[in-house]
């Protein structure tokens, strides 16, 4: 496979929600994708899209959700169609997930160790072998290998998030998504599970897909920074160059909603208004309402991706 | 500007005569079983501080740090264990000892974190911030009252002010119900506002907004806030004064730009230094050095609670919990990094 | 099943989307319209109100004192006498009727007395906490493991025969149940922070208790009066049936008991029993119905994936344990 190749594509993307009032355009026209062994951040507030993204991608979205339209290809093979028994043989194998809340992934009446086995087990791992990788993945998250008779309440928020990871890395897959895995953490634990991601990746090689809505935690850790809003991309670039020249008005006034610890102490103002609704989304750009900069044509015509630098695409009239 | 917390026989000189609150060695213990009441959770542990009128007293910990326990105390919600709370000079543990009397809840208010639950999904807007306003007898009409709401709905920021009186909290957006909770607070006209985290669960581009009115609202009303945290960043942006608390304790406080620029007790500075800044990048952030986790809270052991993860622990931090001591005018902290061991006892009262 | 549907219409993607928002229009009219858009719901209230209106009705329909002796006994069915006669020469369908009135009554009376009694400490014990819940929690657990059949037939046994009694009876011991599960859910709701509100507000704690958590409960509470009211009816007709009651006034639970008395198995007279039996069970059925409507009513999730499950069956999509991909024909 050409090193250029991505490992993730995702091409025109979307997913609805059936709800009583109408459906919901959770995902609306979605593309991106991600290379091997890189980090790819997704970053946008409650209602972006985001998680639904996440879960599109293993087919794990639950009814009233539909995928209505677009591909998603892994290694050129598209996920969107595959039965269940090609299914079962990527999900984990090939693309596994970190959920936000360790205590809601975990089974609370299993040992951890047990929780590790099956995941391995039932993808035809044999016993010996399971024990072996076990105490090595503990390891290398950095828990006692000891610990593994635990049950999850017995360990703390950091250890649970690692042991979480653990599982998704028990089958070795070339990438993983990580749905907010910090947001429920302690700001010291949440720096030491981030490196300890880091050094994970060195290891064993694995793409990110980190999803997340603290920019600042994106900037630090991928290479790629993607901004979602309403249900829609509104700005990719590499993270350093989007942290440097942000262009979008949605992705200048996130920045604008993170007061800093250090350097000169300003007024932020954040974004006005609140996320639209996503039945009847704002006609044209969905953050033209908020937007500081609208122009006439905002309120009537979808903006197009546009490429605004190498490697760095806006989707707004400005540009 | 003197805040160091007085250790019993002390008297502290403050800027303007008797703060509007002052907190002398609150503690509260969690008996850990209802009916053998032998071991206890130290929930709060001998903290000390001080508000004064129109000031933002930033409280910053993490999760198990006390700092919402301390909250609820000082709102009345729970009962101390011991100490003392002083609001407008009298001890409000002893003149209301039952329950907190109608005169302490109207100059006391709070808000809560999660802006969902803090509203009856059952009543209106309007019913919500027309409540205290009848408790406490501070309409004489019912034109008054609907008036009164929709003013105070206005100053939030909540316009057209009678259609969102009369909408469900499920109709409004997040940031509209904090900003719900703030006028129900305001209407009662406090002098303090405790707040217990009113933004962590906010979207957030909303953030801003929500603090941005609480600083308006502390300069145009002159009220002062007890501002709970873990987010070291909106604790600065908002706050007069800062203190951290670990596992219970207080263990540094004083001016915000002091603290934040010089930080003294090793635990602050791991706190510091673990906060994601774009400005520096992941490697290139001083490591402290610091593993390891919080400690048990249940009959815990004597001496710094962060002994075990400190970098710079002695043998005196693992048998004497430090008292304060001043790091400089306007900054203490409990280490024993400062100031000789001897000065610290002596100055000690068991 | 085809987890994933290539739709040969290129409108069908819509065309779903346009039947789910027809199916789903009566959820946006409001609480009765969706109550009777409930199969079960229906059922169940129907079978109440016929029960009921024969209840109410009872003089017009079969008029005349039901205890009377009016023919043979044991006569099967026939023109004159619908449901034939009894052992002691009475018209079933007679006792059937004027029975109702009985039963109902208690039913529903027993219903709304231990739902309220449990709601009062129920609510008390969960609000207060403390020593206070202590004892009362002591108080309602003897009430709990008391056996209640024997309870019932001791008191029974002591107290003159009659309605009231019965009444009192059940409610003495039916009202520990939910005392429990109110104490329970008030124990949960006082831990949500818009009672911590009220409480800075200034709030007094009675108006706290009914006001603000009460309203919380309300589908609860509704859920737990048709549970109760299943309970009564069953235990009224269960004591009558063991004679524990005044067996000389018409009821279901009376009509069961001369019918063994008469041993109307042996005597191969099955219309003096199935009718009575028939009736109380039809009665607690479509009580049992009307809870589950309620629950599904209450409880949008619920609601949803089901009403998303039969629309996605209409169009031969399935939803297995992967998400269906429902896309218009590739270009």
Request: glycine share 6%; proline share 7%; with cysteine.
């Amino acid at each position: 496979m050409p090193p250029d190749q991505p490992l993730l594509d995702i091409r025109n993307l979307k997913v609805e929600y059936l709800t009583p009032r109408g459906p919901v355009r959770a995902v609306d026209d979605v593309s991106f994708a991600l290379r091997p062994g890189e980090v790819v951040g997704l970053a946008g507030e409650s209602g972006s899209g985001k998680s639904t993204i996440a879960h599109a991608i293993l087919r794990i979205l639950r009814p009233p959700a539909l995928i209505t339209a677009g591909q998603v290809l892994f290694n050129g093979q598209d996920v969107l169609e595959m039965n269940m028994a090609q299914l079962e043989q990527f999900r984990w194998r090939e693309v596994s997930i970190v959920f936000q809340s360790a205590m809601n992934a975990l089974n609370p009446v299993m040992r951890i160790r047990d929780q590790l086995l099956d995941v391995m087990q039932h993808h035809g791992i044999s016993t010996a072998e399971a024990h072996q990788r076990a105490i090595r993945l503990f390891d290398l998250v950095g828990i006692d290998p000891q610990r593994l008779d635990a049950y999850p309440h017995q360990l703390s928020g950091g250890m649970r998030q690692r042991a979480v990871i653990a599982i998704a890395l028990a089958l070795d897959p070339p990438m993983l998504i990580m749905d907010e895995p910090t947001t429920a953490l302690d700001v010291v634990v949440q720096k030491d599970i981030l490196q300890q991601i880091a050094s994970l990746r060195e290891n064993l090689g694995f793409s990110i897909l980190f999803i997340t809505h603290d920019l600042s935690l994106l900037v630090e850790f991928s290479n790629h920074i993607a901004i979602m809003y309403a249900g829609e991309i509104v700005e990719k670039a590499p993270a350093r160059e989007l942290f440097d020249r942000p262009r979008h008005p949605y992705t200048l006034g996130l920045m604008n909603s993170f007061p800093s610890i250090s350097g000169e102490k300003k007024k932020l103002t954040g974004i006005p208004g609140a996320p639209p609704d996503l039945v009847i989304p704002p006609t044209g750009c969905r953050f033209h309402p908020r937007c500081p900069q609208v122009m006439p044509i905002c309120a009537e015509v979808l903006p197009v991706t546009k490429p605004f630098s190498a490697d760095h695409t806006v989707a707004c009239h400005l540009y | 500007m003197s805040q160091t917390p007085i250790p019993a026989t002390q008297t502290t000189p403050e800027r303007t005569g008797t703060p509007l609150l002052d907190v002398r060695h609150l503690t509260k213990h969690f008996p850990v079983s209802a009916i053998v009441r032998t071991r206890q959770v130290h929930a709060v542990e001998d903290v000390s501080f001080t508000v004064e009128s129109g000031q933002v007293v930033a409280l910053v910990g993490e999760s198990g740090s006390g700092k919402s326990t301390t909250i609820r105390l000082i709102a009345r919600l729970i009962p101390a264990t011991g100490g003392e709370i002083f609001f407008h000079g009298r001890d409000v543990l002893i003149t209301e000892q039952k329950q907190a009397s109608l005169a302490y809840r109207r100059q006391v208010q709070m808000i809560f974190q999660d802006p969902f639950s803090s509203l009856n999904a059952v009543y209106t807007i309007e019913h919500h911030i027309a409540r205290p306003l009848i408790i406490h007898k501070l309409t004489h009409s019912r034109q008054h009252l609907q008036q009164r709401v929709y003013e105070l709905l206005s100053v939030v920021g909540l316009d057209p002010a009678p259609e969102i009186a009369s909408r469900y909290p499920h109709q409004l957006s997040g940031g509209q119900r904090q900003r719900v909770a703030i006028a129900r607070a305001l209407a009662v006209d406090p002098k303090l506002i405790l707040a217990d985290e009113p933004i962590s669960m906010l979207d957030v581009s909303i953030r801003m907004g929500i603090l941005n009115l609480i600083e308006q609202l502390k300069e145009e009303h002159g009220i002062a806030y007890l501002y709970i945290t873990h987010d070291l960043a909106s604790a600065r942006y908002i706050g007069d004064k800062i203190m951290v608390m670990y596992a219970g304790h207080m263990v540094e406080g004083g001016d915000c730009e002091e603290i934040m620029g010089n930080p003294a007790h090793p635990y602050t500075q791991l706190l510091l230094s673990a906060v994601p800044d774009p400005h520096a990048g992941l490697h290139t952030q001083k490591e402290i050095g610091a593993r390891g986790e919080v400690p048990s809270l249940i009959d815990p052991l004597p001496g710094c609670l962060f002994a075990a993860r400190c970098p710079k622990a002695m043998d005196i931090c693992r048998q004497v919990m430090p008292g304060p001591t001043d790091v400089k005018p306007g900054h203490w902290v409990r280490c024993h990094l400062f100031g000789p061991g001897s000065k610290i006892l002596s100055k000690e009262v068991v | 099943m085809n987890v994933n549907a290539r739709l040969a219409s290129s409108e069908t993607a819509e065309g779903l989307k346009a039947a789910w928002r027809e199916k789903i229009y009566s959820t946006q009219l409001g609480f009765f319209r969706r109550l009777f858009s409930q199969p079960k719901a229906v059922f169940g209230i129907l079978i109440l109100l016929i029960f009921l209106l024969m209840a109410v009705f009872a003089p017009l329909i079969a008029p005349g004192d039901p205890t009377r002796f009016v023919a043979r006994p044991h006569q099967p069915p026939s023109v004159e006498h619908w449901l034939g006669t009894t052992g002691q020469g009475q018209d079933v369908f007679h006792q059937l009727v004027w029975g109702s009135r009985v039963s109902l009554f208690i039913g529903f009376t027993v219903g709304l007395l231990t739902t309220l009694i449990g709601l009062v400490i129920g609510m008390t014990a969960g609000y207060l906490g403390g020593i206070a819940d202590g004892l009362i929690n002591m108080f309602t657990n003897v009430f709990l493991i008391l056996p209640a059949v024997p309870l019932l037939i001791i008191l029974s046994s002591f107290l003159p025969p009659g309605t009231i009694t019965v009444i009192f009876v059940l409610t003495v011991t039916g009202w520990a149940w939910s005392a429990r599960v109110f104490r329970s859910q008030t124990l949960s709701l006082r831990c949500k922070d818009f009672v911590s509100a009220a409480e800075v507000s200034g709030e007094r704690t009675p108006y706290i208790i009914f006001v603000e958590i009460l309203p919380n409960m309300m589908s609860l509470v509704v859920s737990s009066f048709f549970g109760n009211v299943i309970y009564a009816i069953l235990a009224d007709a269960g004591l009558a049936f063991l004679g524990f009651e005044d067996v000389n006034t018409a009821s279901w639970g009376s009509m069961l008991f001369w019918a063994q008395n008469n041993s109307a198995l042996l005597q191969e007279a099955w219309w003096t029993f199935v009718p009575p039996g028939l009736c109380i069970a039809l009665v607690a059925f479509a009580t049992t119905m009307m809870i589950y409507a309620m629950d599904e009513i209450t409880n949008p999730r619920l609601r949803s994936e089901k009403e998303t499950m039969s629309v996605l069956k209409q169009y031969h999509v399935a939803a297995q344990r992967a998400t269906p991909v429902v896309r218009k024909n590739a270009a």
